[in-house]
């Protein structure tokens, strides 16, 4: 399935939806979203995954890499409305200790 990546700039959280599977042939685009995201004048990045089913480990390498950038630049990152399997790959890895990550 096709990543497709909105933003949705607001001034104090920079909002960015993510539609599809994030997988190692496309966590690139992710990335490059996230970084574009966290370089606007906001306080917080939020990315809404409530149409991502699907993420693997190198997916959530980025998101682990963004959480720090972000810490880095004195950001607040959250990731919002994560589907179940989602969810479930994030707390098994432990992602959910490092990113404010909640579930749909």
Avoid: C
Avoid at 47 to 66: K, P, Q
């Amino acid at each position: 399935m096709e990543l497709t990546i909105a933003t949705k700039p607001a001034p104090e959280v920079y909002g960015v939806a993510v539609t599809g599977e994030v997988d190692i042939s496309n966590a690139a685009k992710l990335r490059d979203a996230i970084d574009m995201a966290l370089e606007q004048p906001t306080e917080a990045v939020e990315l809404d995954f409530e149409h991502v089913a699907y993420i693997d480990s190198t997916g959530v390498g980025v998101l682990v890499g963004a959480a720090h950038h972000a810490q880095e630049h004195g950001k607040r990152f959250s990731i919002v409305h994560a589907q179940p399997g989602v969810m479930r790959v994030a707390q098994l890895l432990g992602v959910d200790k490092e990113i404010s990550i909640t579930a749909l």
